[in-house]
């Protein structure tokens, strides 16, 4: 009798009916959201935490390049924006020792055209310095053009400086002229007229040779300085 009675069943244990409800619980999320379960979900799981990683490490290269090229930029920059003005004033300062030099070849040119009278070779030699001047004058023009763009203060400083040395060489060939239209006579070098007249331009040519060589040591500074 008692082999034909139903034996009752076991009362089911906590734990297994948590695991239940949580199959049941992952299996309502999985339908309602689409995701798999079991080996194929676990699988696509795997390979979309891969994705992020892949996309991660993606963004993390663009990120570090991106931060390396605005680095270099800034770094040209750092490096161009204060140096290439300087550069220009060195050019100038080069370019200004090559018209003194000009310049003393104008005075040697002179003193011997003085003594010799060779009006042909002295116009010869006048007209290559006036090329030499006005070469000169124009790529010192260019460096001012650049200055200007970065550098006004800086720009100014050699506008000045530039006319003062036109002011100069206009003021150089008056003397000139009149040192050979009155030293043919010794006794016409003597004269008032020429004492005057040569008395006034020197003057004014101490003042602008004055305010050049001021400004040649303002920049002197710029070179030397942190600006």
């Known amino acids: 009798n008692d082999e034909n009675t139903p034996q009752p069943h076991p009362p089911p244990r906590p734990e297994d009916t948590l695991t239940r409800a949580r199959s049941k619980e992952t299996s309502y999320r999985s339908s309602w959201t689409g995701t798999k379960t079991g080996k194929e979900g676990r699988q696509e799981e795997k390979e979309d935490e891969e994705r992020k990683d892949g996309r991660a490490a993606s963004f993390g290269r663009m990120d570090r390049k991106e931060g390396t090229s ?45 003594k010799d009278r060779d009006v042909k070779r002295y116009q010869t030699l006048c007209k290559g310095l006036t090329q030499k001047f006005k070469s000169i004058g124009e790529e010192i023009l260019i460096i001012e053009k650049n200055l200007q763009q970065t550098k006004k203060h800086w720009a100014k400083l050699i506008r000045r400086i530039q006319d003062g040395e036109q002011t100069k060489l206009q003021l150089t060939v008056k003397m000139q002229v009149l040192q050979t239209k009155f030293c043919v006579d010794r006794d016409q070098k003597e004269s008032p007229e020429y004492q005057k007249l040569m008395k006034a331009h020197k003057r004014e040519l101490m003042q602008i040779i004055e305010v050049i060589n001021e400004t040649l040591e303002e920049i002197k500074y710029l070179l030397h300085s942190d600006e």
């Open 70 to 114: 605005d680095a270099v930029d800034r770094t040209i920059q750092g490096v161009q924006e204060p140096s290439a003005p300087k550069q220009l004033l060195r050019d100038f300062k080069l370019k200004q020792e090559q018209r003194a030099q000009t310049y003393s070849e104008m005075n040697v040119f002179f003193k011997s055209y003085l």
